[in-house]
């Protein structure tokens, strides 16, 4: 028994280590989401209002693998945002994960307009609806963004982590006066992600 307990104790403290490690890569990532707010000219928000902004519990179950499923046909199309404008994007492709005893899908999007930006030509994103939504969680769905580098080839197949710990609300959620994404029916998830930004606590702003 105790040779037993000796030969599970570097598992579990190798498991701890990746939580403590984890944790602590989610506070800088949120971190630095605020500091974003303050540097952005068109931000809705200010720094006092930044103490409003509240999330989940970093949860690394999250954290999941996806299948990567390129639709390089994809024809362009007008993607609805919540001021009543349109953007266009293309479905990049196709993301297959397990959770909860399911298979679930999420279509990948690139933005037409900022493939013609060099610095943004890589830029994947990634709006969701699900369960939480309207309850713990702003009620017009939140956002992942991506780069196309973190595609991995991995014997033959491609694969995306999708970490829903870094989702974020749009900035509809803190102010009116944004051409915020509609997330299609498509990416309207079945289950709960109790992961990521919550409701913002302040006042939002008219």
Not at 3 to 26: D, H, M, N
Not at 133 to 161: P, Q
Not at 168 to 180: I, L, Q
Request: with cysteine.
């Amino acid at each position: 028994m105790r040779l037993f307990l000796l030969l599970l104790c570097p598992l579990f403290v190798s498991a701890q280590s990746s939580s403590t490690t984890f944790k602590w890569e989610i506070a800088q990532h949120r971190q630095q989401y605020k500091l974003d707010f303050l540097t952005e000219p068109r931000s809705p928000l200010k720094a006092q209002d930044t103490a409003f902004l509240d999330f989940f519990e970093p949860d690394l179950e999250w954290r999941i693998k996806a299948r990567f499923v390129s639709t390089p046909d994809a024809i362009p199309f007008d993607l609805p945002t919540y001021s009543g404008k349109t953007k266009q994007y293309r479905q990049f492709g196709e993301l297959i994960f397990e959770k909860a005893g399911k298979t679930h899908r999420l279509q990948l999007y690139q933005s037409i307009q900022l493939a013609q930006m060099e610095a943004y030509r890589d830029y994947l994103f990634l709006p969701f609806k699900d369960l939480t939504n309207a309850a713990e969680t702003y009620g017009g769905g939140r956002y992942l963004d991506f780069r196309m580098k973190e595609i991995e080839e991995v014997d033959g197949s491609a694969w995306l982590w999708i970490d829903f710990n870094k989702c974020y609300n749009p900035y509809c959620a803190f102010s009116d006066g944004y051409n915020c994404p509609v997330p299609p029916v498509e990416n309207h998830l079945d289950l709960r992600v109790d992961a990521g930004e919550r409701n913002f606590k302040g006042e939002k702003k008219h």
